[in-house]
């Protein structure tokens, strides 16, 4: 089955720096590959996501970029703000995994992301 | 308000007991899941339902048993609970079952198992 792994697990920076987080996947059938935010105490909520056919997104002061070969794909935040405090996850999924054609998510360990005023 | 929505949010039970979580979604949905998140914010996927049909089981104890008496509801009920059951649970749904679709997480369960 898939495998995603998350780096860093911590991340401090100053406001209005920014702020990378990446992550790796194991199984080249991933093809969509979304970023969660999860504020202190809250539920997670959807901030981007990508397919396996584009290289880059943006929106906004958040971008993602994946890199099919080498199978890793990262979240950017630039001018980054005290309210981005929080967990992100990224994850992977397959619409084909497990046979079912509905597909499923796999998480990555998730990263705190604290932004310093 | 259209959102997920879970039943109940605080759970403290001892050891053995049997407790159940509900699990609603208004948004028209016709998939459901049940996450488990680790006190190291781990989030781990559990079930998945679409249109009241199981599609994914993941490798979880079968003391966890999930219940969709209908595509808008996806409850989960836990027998003989354990210290490890400890965890935020969170029920999610999605507008269809492919992973491509953005899914809704409820405002999650936190139980604690004493």
Redesign the interface.
């Known amino acids: 089955g898939e495998n995603v792994e998350q780096h860093p697990s911590t991340l401090s920076v100053q406001e209005g720096d920014s702020a990378v987080i990446k992550c790796t996947y194991s199984d080249s059938a991933s093809n969509?590959f979304?970023w969660y935010k999860?504020e202190l105490g809250?539920?997670?909520?959807?901030i981007i996501?990508i397919?396996s056919n584009v290289g880059e997104k943006k929106d906004q002061r958040i971008a993602v970029t994946l890199n099919k070969t080498a199978k890793h794909f990262s979240l950017h935040i630039t001018e980054t703000q005290p309210e981005d405090s929080a967990?992100y996850?990224c994850a992977g999924?397959?619409?084909n995994?497990?046979g079912?054609?509905?597909?499923?998510?796999?998480?990555g360990?998730?990263t705190?992301l604290t932004v310093h005023p | 308000d259209t959102a997920v929505s879970q039943t109940p949010k605080y759970l403290v039970t001892q050891m053995g007991n049997d407790k159940s979580i509900k699990c609603e979604q208004n948004l028209g949905h016709d998939?459901m899941y049940w996450y488990k998140q680790d006190s190291?914010?781990?989030?781990?996927?559990m079930f998945?339902y679409?249109n009241k049909e199981l599609?994914?089981n993941e490798t979880v104890p079968n003391r966890f048993s999930p219940k969709s008496p209908d595509k808008a509801h996806l409850n989960l009920h836990i027998n003989s609970l354990e210290l490890g059951d400890s965890a935020v649970y969170?029920c999610a749904s999605s507008p269809r079952?492919?992973?491509?679709n953005?899914?809704f997480?409820?405002?999650?369960t936190r139980l604690t198992v004493l």
Do not use: C, H, M
Request: hydrophobic content about 30%; charged content about 20%; cysteine-free.
């Open positions: 969509y979304p999860q809250k539920r997670p909520q959807l996501d397919r967990v996850f999924g397959d619409t995994a497990g079912t054609s509905y597909g499923k998510l796999t998480f360990q998730g705190i | 998939t190291k914010k781990f989030l781990k996927i998945s679409n599609i994914i969170f079952g492919t992973v491509y953005e899914q997480f409820g405002p999650g």
